[in-house]
């Protein structure tokens, strides 16, 4: 059982570019939220998503847009990618959204946009 | 919004025992969780308080103070592996984490 997997690991990746950050898990979990973590700063919330076929907006939602056609799968897309978005992020889930459940998270993808 | 307050670092030695302060004030509460962070690894789950009092789990203990805003991590008999970032989260009344920007512990030998 893989858990929670996120790719690509790592990305370096030009200004202005289109990107999809990826997102499965495989616990069967409703709830699924986008993290990035800055030094500093801690982790803030970007989008989440209750359940299959609903989004939410986080802290810091503006630049990445996210979708969630089934349970497993929930990417993260920046339209077009500028450096302040230079970060690791962090996919994580729950077994709810409408309760305090503990979040598993993602082993990270670390984005660095020059 | 949400603020919540953590020492940046903290060093201890081996065997010791460290207590990483929290503070928070929040809209709506729903319960406050602690995770422990390797350098370069994803956040792992410690414990979660939802009512006043203290939790015990091994090593490791959380206390939580609604009417004061405040929680603590005890970590006791450290060990070298206790080295790693300790996140404070709390989840408000829409029940989403909002997390401290963490303490960075340090074991020394």
């Known amino acids: 059982i893989a858990g929670i997997t996120q790719a690509p690991t790592s990305q370096i990746l030009a200004a202005g570019r289109r990107m999809t950050l990826r997102c499965t898990q495989d616990m069967r979990h409703n709830a699924m939220y986008w993290y990035r973590q800055d030094l500093g700063l801690g982790l803030r919330l970007i989008h989440y998503s209750n359940t299959a076929g609903t989004t939410g907006k986080g802290e810091v939602p503006d630049g990445y847009s996210v979708s969630r056609a089934n349970t497993d799968d929930f990417p993260l897309t920046l339209a077009s990618a500028v450096p302040s978005q230079t970060s690791v992020y962090f996919c994580?889930?729950?077994?709810?959204?409408?309760?305090?459940?503990?979040?598993?998270f993602g082993p990270g993808t670390r984005l660095t946009v020059l | 919004g949400q603020n919540i307050d953590q020492p940046t670092e903290m060093t201890a030695t081996e065997g010791a025992i460290v207590q990483i302060n929290c503070t928070y004030q929040t809209s709506g509460f729903n319960g406050l969780f602690w995770y422990q962070q390797h350098a370069g690894e994803a956040p792992t789950f410690l414990s979660y308080n939802v009512l006043d009092g203290l939790e015990e789990k091994g090593r490791f203990s959380s206390f939580l103070s609604r009417s004061k805003g405040y929680s603590y991590l005890l970590l006791k008999e450290l060990q070298m592996k206790d080295s790693a970032s300790y996140l404070c989260?709390?989840?408000?009344?829409?029940?989403?984490?909002?997390f401290g920007a963490g303490t960075t512990v340090t074991v020394r030998a």
């Open positions: 989260a709390v989840t408000g009344g829409d029940y989403k984490l909002s």
């Open positions: 994580a889930s729950s077994d709810s959204g409408g309760r305090a459940d503990e979040q598993f």
